[in-house]
């Protein structure tokens, strides 16, 4: 998600002086890389970067291919194939052992339904959305028909496909993706030929609301920023709770347990962290947190405080299931040894990291196969979908 703002905002510098633009995209992987599917890169036509396709190996000869589609104004697939240790193509040791397409286009300022409009429309609401790109590994000097559909979750679909059976099909397994929270890419088959869609789905940055304004929260809500997360800081006393004291924040609110929720809206990306300090505050901050589905209450401190407070809550005739109490995380944060507020805050947006995307935060030494799980996108690849009545 920083990584799309931080493109966007190089996109409208660029465009107001007057600079052409190119976007590279990591389409499909074969094996291991450094990116997955859905890294970009904005390329300017004097050579800035923003954004990453790999861990530095591959951006100067992508550099220099983007340089060649902003010129022909036609996009480009490119393959680098890092399996082969002895291969000097690049000049660079990869390491990766990896097939990596990336797909490079030309932004049109003039095109309303340009991928960088379609990142902007995404990123001006807070809800899940889809993003088409087509890209032919059959024929790769042909036209590549790059990005060309955008799917909010509510609202009007942009952009079109020159086929509009195939555009159905792509929007049908575009609410799959939605339903799924899962990106896929499949192979679409057509009377002329056959088409990779990558079908990506777009999830909002995650909202992390700090419920205490304490010296501690300081370095947790600047580490959030950091990645791009949309922070709200919440206490009830006024001499805390000042904007000054958070400038990483969206928002700072002073208010009562009981107040908050009438100013925040959370939805399946947000999360809480209870750090306040003061029991009773948090208790009743819990009270009105636990019958929503919220995927992560953090509450600072020991366990038996969160024990504590859950006993009187279900005291009180609260019903809390195990499913209410599994998203529940005292004490907040991840078993790294952290002691300072500086550690304590890595270790928390740690934990709200592997928690949201289901991983238990263990060592990558210790997992066995791949660093990255490739099970639904490698069962998805080499499908086929036929948008004529026939295969080819």
């Given at each position: 998600m920083k990584e799309l703002q931080d493109i966007v905002g190089a996109y409208e510098a660029a465009r107001q002086e007057g600079k052409q633009v190119a976007l590279a995209t990591v389409v499909q992987v074969q094996g291991s890389s450094y990116r997955r599917p859905g890294a970009r890169m904005?390329?300017?036509?004097?050579?800035?970067?923003?954004?990453?396709?790999?861990?530095?190996?591959?951006?100067?000869?992508?550099?220099?291919?983007?340089?060649?589609?902003?010129?022909?104004?036609?996009?480009?697939?490119?393959?680098?194939?890092?399996?082969?240790?002895?291969?000097?193509?690049?000049?660079?040791?990869?390491?990766?052992?990896?097939?990596?397409?990336?797909?490079?286009?030309?932004?049109?300022?003039?095109?309303?339904?340009?991928?960088?409009?379609?990142?902007?429309?995404?990123?001006?609401?807070?809800?899940?959305?889809?993003?088409?790109?087509?890209?032919?590994?059959e024929n790769r000097t042909s036209l590549q028909p790059g990005t060309c559909l955008f799917i909010p979750e509510k609202g009007a679909v942009a952009g079109t496909c020159t086929d509009a059976m195939l555009q159905e099909a792509l929007l049908s397994d575009a609410q799959h993706v939605l339903v799924q929270r899962q990106s896929i890419t499949k192979t679409y088959m057509t009377d002329e030929s056959s088409l990779t869609g990558f079908v990506e789905l777009l999830q909002p940055a995650v909202s992390l609301v700090v419920v205490g304004a304490g010296n501690d929260a300081v370095p947790l809500v600047n580490m959030a920023a950091i990645l791009g997360w949309q922070v709200t800081v919440v206490d009830g006393r006024a001499n805390y709770a000042k904007a000054s004291r958070f400038p990483a924040a969206q928002q700072v609110l002073v208010a009562?347990?009981?107040?908050?929720?009438?100013?925040?809206?959370?939805?399946?990306?947000?999360?809480?962290?209870?750090?306040?300090?003061?029991?009773?505050?948090?208790?009743?901050?819990?009270?009105?947190?636990?019958?929503?589905?919220?995927?992560?209450?953090?509450?600072?401190?020991?366990?038996?405080?969160?024990?504590?407070?859950?006993?009187?809550?279900?005291?009180?005739?609260?019903?809390?299931?195990?499913?209410?109490?599994?998203?529940?995380?005292?004490?907040?944060?991840?078993?790294?040894?952290?002691?300072?507020?500086?550690?304590?805050?890595?270790?928390?947006?740690?934990?709200?990291?592997?928690?949201?995307?289901?991983?238990?935060?263990?060592?990558?030494?210790?997992?066995?196969?791949?660093?990255?799980?490739?099970?639904?996108e490698n069962l998805e690849l080499g499908k086929q979908t036929s948008v004529s009545g026939c295969f080819l």
């Amino acid at each position: 998600m920083k990584e799309l703002q931080d493109i966007v905002g190089a996109y409208e510098a660029a465009r107001q002086e007057g600079k052409q633009v190119a976007l590279a995209t990591v389409v499909q992987v074969q094996g291991s890389s450094y990116r997955r599917p859905g890294a970009r890169m904005l390329v300017t036509e004097d050579g800035q970067l923003t954004g990453a396709i790999s861990g530095g190996c591959l951006e100067g000869d992508a550099l220099r291919k983007a340089r060649l589609v902003m010129h022909e104004q036609q996009s480009m697939l490119v393959t680098y194939d890092t399996t082969d240790e002895d291969d000097a193509q690049l000049g660079v040791g990869l390491g990766c052992n990896g097939i990596i397409q990336i797909l490079i286009e030309p932004i049109n300022p003039e095109d309303p339904a340009n991928s960088i409009a379609f990142f902007q429309a995404f990123l001006s609401s807070r809800q899940a959305a889809v993003i088409v790109t087509l890209f032919s590994l059959e024929n790769r000097t042909s036209l590549q028909p790059g990005t060309c559909l955008f799917i909010p979750e509510k609202g009007a679909v942009a952009g079109t496909c020159t086929d509009a059976m195939l555009q159905e099909a792509l929007l049908s397994d575009a609410q799959h993706v939605l339903v799924q929270r899962q990106s896929i890419t499949k192979t679409y088959m057509t009377d002329e030929s056959s088409l990779t869609g990558f079908v990506e789905l777009l999830q909002p940055a995650v909202s992390l609301v700090v419920v205490g304004a304490g010296n501690d929260a300081v370095p947790l809500v600047n580490m959030a920023a950091i990645l791009g997360w949309q922070v709200t800081v919440v206490d009830g006393r006024a001499n805390y709770a000042k904007a000054s004291r958070f400038p990483a924040a969206q928002q700072v609110l002073v208010a009562k347990p009981e107040q908050v929720l009438t100013q925040i809206i959370p939805d399946e990306q947000t999360v809480f962290v209870l750090m306040t300090h003061n029991y009773n505050y948090d208790l009743a901050m819990l009270r009105q947190l636990m019958p929503l589905a919220i995927p992560y209450i953090g509450s600072l401190g020991p366990q038996k405080k969160l024990e504590r407070m859950l006993a009187e809550l279900q005291d009180e005739g609260m019903e809390i299931s195990e499913e209410m109490r599994q998203r529940v995380y005292g004490p907040t944060g991840l078993e790294i040894g952290a002691e300072t507020s500086e550690e304590i805050a890595l270790s928390i947006l740690a934990e709200v990291k592997a928690a949201l995307a289901n991983k238990t935060g263990g060592f990558l030494r210790d997992k066995p196969g791949a660093i990255h799980d490739r099970g639904l996108e490698n069962l998805e690849l080499g499908k086929q979908t036929s948008v004529s009545g026939c295969f080819l």
